[in-house]
């Protein structure tokens, strides 16, 4: 009796004792699900305000380059805008993998426009990598008056092939083809960078001009050799190389034809150089007009500038040729001409000691004409012990010549007739 009615009690004190752990389990329950449910709406709104959002750009500001790409949609428009960035800004996007456009990301259109308008070295980038397999020509421009540009792009290059061409880029001072240094140097922007100079230095283009000219005995120094191929255009300077791949002529010749060249295109130091390395063949074996050409284009007054000026004046050249050489030495010396060239007179002040010779040349000249003319004159009357042999002795003429003039037909003479002496008697 007692047991049973102890037994429904117990059990009623257990519930009531669970109950308050229950209780803790769903209110807590309860308050994550509430703070998960506004998490989610807070999100959820979030998003909902910020994408209808419109931001006005003032135009009147100016926009950075590569905010203006994310407006580019076309690889058309990409190209256009990259076509004006730097080397080292197009290098900076060789890492870009984001599309354009029918499949070429931002990286493949900076590399195109790295090789069109940098001249970028692909092929020696990817040195030890395959070349690449496909290449693909996109053309900007056309319209508005703008010329038309082709870019060649090369698609399916690989991660590898990426990761070389960034890698060289990067290590590399100047990652360029021969006509990328070419064009870098004919700009003078990176005159104060010696490193630019000297890779080219090393490119075949200039080497074939300084092998020419070090068969010289005194070759011209490498910053002068530079100048020149500098001074001309590409095309002079890549067709030279390419013909001395082709015949490897290293003649005194060539070296003249290659000078000869450039002369014609107006490069005053291909004058400079003829004067010093070819001063005899320029002297002598070229026409009147193409000496007259290197005397106008002498602009340094160098001794060897100086010296071929004065060969020229002293020359049997012709008068245009004096008065190009005469104006030449004014100009190099920093003297004023004077309004009425008198070649005597320039012979007097820049070769004083040819101007002495020449006078003394001519003077005996004069002598010896006066000289004969006074022998033609002079009358020997014959003496008591005069004859042949001694009259010659005298007179130093032969007696062949005393008997041929007065048609003496044997060696008797008569005291007192007279005999015409041609002789240089004094």
Known sequence: MDRASTEPRDSTIERLRVSPRLRIILMTSGILNVVMLGYISFGVIRNRDHAPVCVHVDASKEVAPEDALLGSSTNAEMVADF???????????????????????QRDLALACLVAFHQFDLPKALLGQPQPSQQRQIVIGGQDGVPSVAI????????????????????????????GLFRRLQLDTDKDDPTLAEAFYLTREFLAIEVLFNRKVHPPEKTKLLKLALSGDWSTLSRFCRLQQRQQDYSAARRQALLLDYLGNGVPVAAELLVETEAAFTAKKLDDMTVVRVLELLESPVSAAMEFAVDILTSPRGDIVWEAAAQALYRLSGDTPPEMMDHAAVVQQFAPGYAEAVAA??????????????????????????????????????????????????????????????SAAG
Not at 83 to 105: A, I, N
Not at 154 to 177: M, V
Not at 396 to 420: A, M, Q, T
């Open 361 to 422: 040349l001519a003077m005996g000249v004069k002598d010896e004409f006066d000289g004969d003319q006074q022998d033609k004159e002079v009358i020997h009357t014959v003496k008591r012990g005069d004859s042949l042999w001694k009259i010659s002795r005298e007179y130093k003429v032969k007696i062949d010549e005393i008997k041929k003039i007065n048609n003496l037909h044997s060696d008797f003479l008569k005291p007192g007739c007279r005999l015409v002496i041609r």
């Open 152 to 179: 060649i792009v090369y698609p399916a290059l690989n991660e590898d092939q990426f990761a070389a061409i960034a890698r060289f880029a990067n290590n590399e001072r100047w990652p360029l083809t021969s006509l």
């Open 83 to 105: 076509r004006y960035m730097s080397l080292d800004q197009l290098v900076s996007r060789l890492v870009d993998t984001r599309l354009v456009e029918d499949g070429y990301t």
